[in-house]
C-alpha cells in the first residue's frame, strides 16, 4: 500500500511510521499491486511511484487504522459489507484523524468499521492479512487480479487474495 504511518492507538502513546503494503495477489492485467485509496474505494492497483497510495496506518499491536494521506480511512461498510474508504470524524462532526483520538475506546465507539486486526500468515511471517475488528462475522479485506475490493464476508485467511507485506 502506498507509504503509510503506523498510529497506536493506546491511551496517548500514539507513533508513525511510513509504510506500504503490497498484495501477494499479482495475477491479472494490471501493472501494480499497491494499496490505495481513490476517492472512497479501496483498491490494490497502484504502482510504487503512485502519490495516491501514501498512506496512515494507526495500530496497537496488532490492531491497526488504514488512513490515506487524504485524511480517509478504509472501513467495513456494515449495511452491505463492502470495503470504502470514508472520512474520520469526531463526535462534532468535524475531520479528525487517527492520532486525535486519544484511546482504543474512543476509535471503536466512533469507527469500529475502520478498525482492522493485522493477522500474521504464521508466526514470524513477513505476511499477514487484515480482518475486520467487527465481531458480527468474519470480514477480510481481500483484491482481486484486477486490484478492486472483494467482498470481505467471502474472503478466506491466508488466500493469495488477502495476504500482504509491508515495504
Not at 503509510?4 to 499491486?33: C, M
Not at 496497537?60 to 459489507?81: F, H, K, M
Amino acid at each position: 500500500m502506498e507509504e503509510a504511518k503506523f498510529v497506536d492507538v493506546s491511551d496517548r502513546k500514539w507513533y508513525t511510521r511510513n509504510q506500504q503494503f503490497v498484495s501477494l495477489n499479482q495475477e491479472g492485467p494490471i501493472s501494480g499491486h499497491y494499496m490505495q485509496v481513490d476517492g472512497e474505494k479501496v483498491l490494490t492497483n497502484a504502482l510504487s511511484t503512485n502519490q495516491k497510495k501514501q498512506d496512515s496506518y494507526g495500530g496497537y499491536n496488532q490492531l491497526v487504522i488504514l488512513e490515506n494521506q487524504s485524511g480517509r480511512i478504509v472501513a467495513i461498510d456494515r449495511e452491505n459489507d463492502k470495503v470504502i474508504a470514508k472520512a474520520m470524524v469526531r463526535e462534532d462532526g468535524n475531520p479528525a484523524s487517527p492520532s486525535q483520538f486519544n484511546t482504543l475506546a474512543d476509535v471503536e465507539r466512533h469507527h469500529s468499521d475502520a478498525l482492522f486486526y493485522k493477522v500474521p500468515r504464521e508466526k514470524g511471517s513477513d505476511y499477514f492479512y487484515l480482518k475486520s475488528f467487527l465481531a458480527d462475522k468474519q470480514r477480510i479485506l481481500g483484491f482481486n487480479e484486477y486490484g478492486e475490493a472483494l467482498n470481505p464476508t467471502q474472503v478466506q485467511p491466508n488466500q493469495e487474495q488477502c495476504l500482504f507485506t509491508m515495504v
